[in-house]
């Protein structure tokens, strides 16, 4: 027998129930509306822990999906390239606007906006036909697009339009697919970048009081060697931003992955194994979340050590510059100055004679990407972490003492 609808009144309005029914139905509808937030700078009144304790009015958003993700948060998809990140954020989408389970979580049926950037609109019909198909469900009337694709290369722009535009709609949930299209022009390895699109992420949520969503890559390299939250790509910056993260990694297994969840505000929760079975993700509980990809060893130095020469393709980079970079694809400082000695060693990077900056070895440093001259660089080294003063024509010679 079908639930009653209800509904969860989130910030402040009227309630407004979402319109259409789902095969399974919905046990409960949560309408998230935009905040009021006073004009200007001011900023709230500091609380008092004993008055925050007695405040029986204060209490957490609701949960958009039971366990995982609230309603006014931030939350990450990641996986590696061409997994199924948009088909995972297409079944959330669903599962969140007809209140069914997404994956192995129940949810709270809300307004759910999709925001494309990347997929032409007559797949996603394809896609969203494809999906709905095997849940059984035959009514999507909460669930709404915009396509994009093409106009994701300013988000900071874009922004106002699309608060202005959404901010009576009402939406729990605002899945942005995928993130790389609002880096146009932007490093993802710069935490300056990332910290902006992050704020400009927080802004999305707080002004329209929806979640968040967006689907990110994970960085080059053996992700079995990583924690869940550094295989992200690119600055450290989304993994630490972020409420919730829910990572998709290959495992031993063809087609399978383990998922991890990295929860800011909710209760740790055990890893699991899912395959892709399409155009879903299924639970394979007989499998082991532990047993993921490996590679050869040797195959597996080789590709972490090529990621770190990767980082010096956009432009030469000082030492500081090139293991800042390295820290946004997950690796520690020590393991950074043990691999550049290998690069150095195999003739791979070097350094050029009048500068500090590193660069692939064969490629040519412009006047214009050469800043302050140095002859010494002050570098730590690997083992002992005190610091040496060396020339840098020794550091660019094919093997160095000091790294």
């Not at 948060?73 to 061409?82: D, H, I, P, Q, R």
């Not at 993994?239 to 993260?245: K, S």
Request: hydrophobic share 40%; aromatic share 6%; charged share 25%.
């Amino acid at each position: 027998m079908k639930a009653e609808s209800t509904s969860v009144i989130f910030n402040n309005g009227e309630p407004e129930l979402p319109s259409g029914a789902t095969a399974s139905g919905p046990t409960s509808s949560i309408i998230c509306l935009k905040p009021a937030h006073p004009e200007g700078i001011t900023l709230p009144n500091i609380d008092a822990a004993n008055a925050l304790l007695a405040d029986s009015t204060l209490a957490a958003p609701p949960e958009l999906v039971t366990g995982l993700l609230h309603c006014g948060t931030k939350g990450v998809l990641g996986g590696s390239s061409k997994v199924g990140k948009t088909w995972l954020l297409l079944d959330l989408a669903i599962s969140v606007a007809t209140g069914t389970p997404f994956l192995k979580w129940p949810t709270t049926a809300g307004k759910v906006l999709v925001i494309n950037f990347e997929i032409h609109r007559a797949f996603i019909k394809v896609r969203l036909q494809k999906i709905t198909a095997r849940k059984g469900l035959t009514d999507v009337g909460n669930l709404n697009f915009w396509n994009l694709r093409g106009r994701g290369a300013d988000f900071e722009k874009m922004l106002e339009q699309i608060i202005e535009r959404i901010k009576n709609e009402r939406y729990a949930l605002i899945i942005l697919d995928p993130v790389y299209k609002l880096l146009i022009g932007r490093s993802e390895n710069t935490a300056g970048a990332i910290g902006a699109l992050c704020h400009q992420i927080e802004q999305l949520s707080e002004k329209t009081g929806a979640a968040v969503v967006y689907g990110h890559h994970f960085s080059k390299g053996n992700q079995a060697k990583k924690a869940a939250m550094d295989r992200l790509s690119g600055s450290g910056m989304f993994a630490r931003d972020a409420d919730t993260i829910i990572t998709f990694t290959q495992h031993e297994e063809e087609n399978c992955f383990a998922v991890e969840m990295t929860l800011r505000n909710l209760p740790p929760q055990p890893p699991f194994v899912v395959q892709w079975c399409y155009p879903v993700m299924v639970e394979r509980r007989d499998l082991d979340p532990a047993d993921l990809k490996r590679g050869e060893d040797a195959d597996e130095r080789d590709d972490d050590l090529e990621l770190l020469v990767d980082l010096l393709d956009e432009k030469p980079l000082t030492t500081g510059q090139w293991q800042a970079a390295a820290d946004g694809e997950g690796y520690s400082r020590a393991t950074f100055y043990r691999m550049k000695q290998k690069l150095v060693a195999a003739r791979r990077v070097t350094m050029d004679q009048t500068s500090t900056f590193w660069r692939r070895a064969g490629d040519d440093i412009s006047k214009s990407q050469v800043s302050a001259v140095s002859k010494v660089e002050t570098i730590e080294t690997t083992e002992t972490g005190e610091t040496a003063e060396t020339n840098t024509a020794d550091l660019a010679a094919p093997v160095a003492s000091t790294s």
